[in-house]
């Protein structure tokens, strides 16, 4: 089955011209990426008839999807297990806010796949349209190479951010190891590194390295999603903004032209914008839960990454890993909000090319063509309750500030509380494992 | 009479058929059970005539009404002593407030009640438009059916928060008992009860179990004030979105269809969409003080209960108290805020369906109804201070953040007053007796 | 000069009837309680012709004005010197804003009075159009009235607020004389209150009455300044406002009757509110300063005297001079900003009556005055920084918030700072004396 | 070389007359300084075509500012080693500020040189245009003489900063030496200026005066760089508002004639307000980094100022400095708003003499120009992140008030961090000296 996925991949993606420069060929292979760790099980996606997309129930796609929830979930509520014990402070309910968000990450994108077909057959229609001669632009940076690229820069990032994370661990273990005299207690190096990383799941059943093999994996799926839900969105962001793009230069090119645009040309142009604004509702209001979500969980994490560098780290791998994490959260989550406000930007260019049409071209159909590029919030919107522009960008800076104080005055006020002794963890895990 | 008043709900009631579906009919059942608590006094509610709508100064509603009024500001009178005698602190000064609040809500559907002939007439004139042919929209999901199922679940999970209230005082009561070996002392449970909840007021008269009786109606009346106030909110907004909805699928269908509309068609749907709007703005007049009321009330009562829940409580029935009752009045202002909030919604909604008229249909009056429909905020607003779309949602949940800070540092600050000390009651008692 | 004074307002002011019902008859009494007191010294106000209103540099209102301006000032220096000596804190600074507000706005005032002539003639060109047949309202409630009414009640509250003041100081001082045993000392009390009062004055030479009777004379002012330059605002947004509420009634009765408007009569109607508009910008461009300073000096005092009222206060006197005060301030401010915003909603109210103009009587002029009315902000605006309407209300009242915050941060910094022991003043007296 | 630059400068400057007042011509000084301290090395400003703008990479210029870039980077590397070893405060960080800024400044200039041929293509065009017959304005204050005063005044309050900036130093230093009894120690005093401010710099080489002068000069240019950055924003400013003005005269003009105005002069009006409208966006395009720059930098130095003004000083002089520094650095920021926001508002003003057009002369070209007029922001914008407007000045004082707080909070816990004992200078210099 895998050499038919990657013969598929291969092969259909071969053939690409710019005549098949559509979005769902595009987006298919970080589809499939994401279902390997079992998220956003859609079927019918190497078929080029949107209307075979949909969620096959009993399919392997969707048992991994929710073998992984369940997964998850267990992790969760055993680490709300541990942190009934040990007492919760602003640092260490983390884990319990990443296993959470993780979780329902992966719900919605389950919730987003049985409505993905409605998009799916609206997109083509509107990428048929721009693929169509006159708005075909030849420039070697197809919307293909623009999703390959943003996708594959931003995985690898990912990749090295995961990785750096359980360096950091390995490291942190390592000191304690020789801080502690555990030396001797300490011969296989996975084995204590998945009882430590797992401490929360292993208080309930004896350790095993194919338990441990598997909730790695959970672990990195988890991990993945997170990444995985802002990466959906820009990719989502740069192809409608492409097709935005495509109508302004399109109307320019006329306009800069010598001969007149007669009131049929901008009859079609119209309604190819209505076109794209329709597709972007309809992808609003299936991204809306993601999109809130997203906002919220981004700024959380910046907000504890800056706790955490702005306190005298322990090691210089530390000091390493918590700044690469910040940085790395900070340039995904300003990539996210300026792609999706580009949609916004991009939306509103063609405003330029009609204000600047002379008197005797000026008809009915440009006012309400001006008209509609003058009033309308076209963006991306966290279910109404805001619209991605380059402004909210700005405003979110000013409320990280407010946010960080909230969490530095908890920060203080749970001081002593959650801390966990050096050298003791043999005997919480005891302690666990005894229950009390 | 109270046979007589069964007998109209469900005579009149049952021969409801769509051409029937008004406002004023869905909500009768919700005004009688206000009226029973004594609120909003309005008579000719069966009536089918919105003229015979009026406030009857010397009927038993509005002496109930006055009678609950009068009781809840002796009530606040004998608290204030209460506080002036044991100092205030951010916690205990929440009943007084609450007190206020009731009586001022009350007062405020008196005043409403009186202003409100001129609302039904308005009211009944849309609601004529709107059951017309061309509008009914054919589907089980009727206004009345939504009303009624709007106003019972929330009235029930009302009546749960308030008993569950009364459950948490009477477990921290038993505990009281015995770490204070008061078992001997209290023979009669329900006068300990009463003695305690209404200490302030008990302090200036001796007990009778009629008295009692009557302060706990007065005190589940007050506490059923709160939750109308809001729920009529609700009710309102349902009823009026209902409305822009039906010209939003009225004009779809018109505009999917082959044959062209004409003018005459879009001077009618206009006409109807202004007729609604004045509705809108004569509601709004009448309700904005208690929109404004309600606003303050739930953002002054989430505050309290997260600063409650925060912290650390002394026994699970608190918790479970704590948590629900912040959950269901987040719950409820949430619900509040997005039904005010589909209102504009469904306001906007026809331009979708005008912007993609062809050109050929176009007309001056779809260039007004246009014109309209983009530049002016049809929303309930609370006095005009604000408008109460979506986006208020989003920043009103920054507020609470910034005033969560404020009542922190107030509550810090009172730490230590308003304390009783434990097993004090009865020495409390006396010495508000004694009056010093 | 004074009989010719009182003459002059009661003969001209007796024939008044709707024909004459301009603002500046309406203001004049305002105007000339102001200059008593030596604020806003324009001459010319007793003429109907609104060229003859000028500033008479070496008129005894101008020397008056300048009089008290140089003796505010030098209060304010000893001021300066006085906190130099004995440290400044968040609540003693409070006297030496005041002094220096008060400075600021007689000066602001005066520079205002040079710029009034142009006010004053356009003015009087938009009551001559409103003042017209068409325009006039038979209503006992005339210009005149509205104004005599606020100014008289607002200056009625403002001078109990005053005399609140100075009872309060002399409470203060009575216990403090008990207190520290000195009756003896004390034989004349209006020394001993003036010594006390301007004890920063009294620092720099001896004693007499007259000088204790003029710098009394000088508080006064002062004190009345501040209260003058919110009822200025109030009164010139009345008028205003009033101007935009005729039009709105003249086109609501035309829109009403039966017989078609032509486009004459839009034509009439949108030239009329251009001329408000016009008057608006002039009247806005004078005020800007003022209206800057008054918004400030609001924000500040509220928030001061919100300090002083949360904290304990020593004597029951101190508890209700201080309430009230708040309570004052908190109306005045309100009151202002309402005034202020009315204008904004008095000048939007047309769309009203426009929206509902049925299709047969549109024209293009209808078009653009709906277009006007749509899009242009018409409000008073602290020079340009903001526009004054109900939702700047609702958030300065949130400024509130955060600067009482900063407020109380400063308070607790600068405790036991600018602190005065108690029976100390005559020590302090000889050491302010003795220079060191 | 100089002769020939002072020789251009005078001749071609002397021709101006109206018909040569460009921007280019004016801002031609002001180039030249700041190229004498290495900053924006554009060749060919002495050309009269716009065309012979551009960076000559092997020229003087270019070599002296990556000099310069070098030697701040150098600078900064050293500071950051001095911080490690003492400790970061909320105080002591503010010079590591200024050097980053500062690169980064002349780096942005530099990169923004590479791109000002095309604006100056634009501006030349423009220019062209409004130095026309009609839209002439002889005025002795053409815009030669306004850049020249701005630039003139500005660059002159920013030597006497600089410079009181150095004898506030020197003071502290001759306090110091008299305090620790170091006379004998320091013979040559600039020496021993240049050893204290730059200790960075010398723990890593042996002094010499040759290194110490030209130390001096790069910390004079850095100075410069942030100061010039500011008026280089506020002449671009100038400029383009007084094209817009001259728009506003213009149609001001005809609009009050008697004879009306055809549509042709419309269209011509409108294509010219076009034509700025583009100059706009391609220097907001430019600008809008060094834009966002200049906001935060001035935002972070005014909150710090504030912070250093609020504490106890030492001396007199330090108070003097830090005084006058807080008020030059917020003058200088309000009168950059102010200029920036001058655009808007000159871009708004049309519309008050297209609404006053009466209806006989109303045409489609006129109602495009009002729609355009109404709907559009022009203003400079921080990359589309907010526009430069007079509310958003307003917002961020509000906002200075926040980050004050967050500042304060940093500065009370960096308390007794980056502390240098007194009197230690010697030894510390040691210290780095020896490395550790």
Known sequence: MFAKVVRKILILESDLDNTHDTFHRAIRPFIVVGQLFGIFPIAGIFSNNARHVRVDWFSVRVILNLVIIGAGSFNMITEIQR????????????HLVFLIDACLISTLFLRMATQWQRVAIKWSQVDKIFLSESYRICSWWTLKRKIWFTAGLLL?????????????????QQHEIRHCGWEQNVTDMFRHFALRKFANVYSYFPYSSYSAGFFMFVSSALTLYWNYLDIFIILLSIAIATRFNQIHKHIQTIAQGVFASNEQFWIRVRSDYVSVCELLDE??????????????????????????????????????YYCFSLLFLIGRTVTMFLCAASIHEAAKKPLDVVTKIPNSGWCVELDRFATQLKS????????????????????????????????????????????????SFFEIEKKWLTGK
């Open 83 to 94: 942190l009934r014990t040990i007492g919760i402070s602003a640092k260490n309910i983390n």
């Open 156 to 172: 690898l990032l990912a990749c090295g951010e995961h990785i750096l994370s359980i360096v950091n661990t390995l490291s942190d």
């Open 283 to 320: 992808v609003d209001r299936v991204v809306s839960w993601i999109m809130l979500i997203s906002c919220a969980t981004n700024l959380y994490f910046i907000c504890l990454q800056i706790l955490n560098v702005s306190q005298k780290l322990r090691y210089v791998m530390n000091d390493v």
């Open 376 to 423: 309308e919030t076209v963006a991306l919107s966290g279910m109404g309750f805001f619209h991605i522009t380059r402004q909210l960008l700005f405003s979110m800076a000013g409320t990280i500030v407010t946010y960080e104080l909230v969490m530095l005055k908890f920060d203080r006020q749970s001081e002593g509380k959650g801390y966990i002794r050096p050298c």
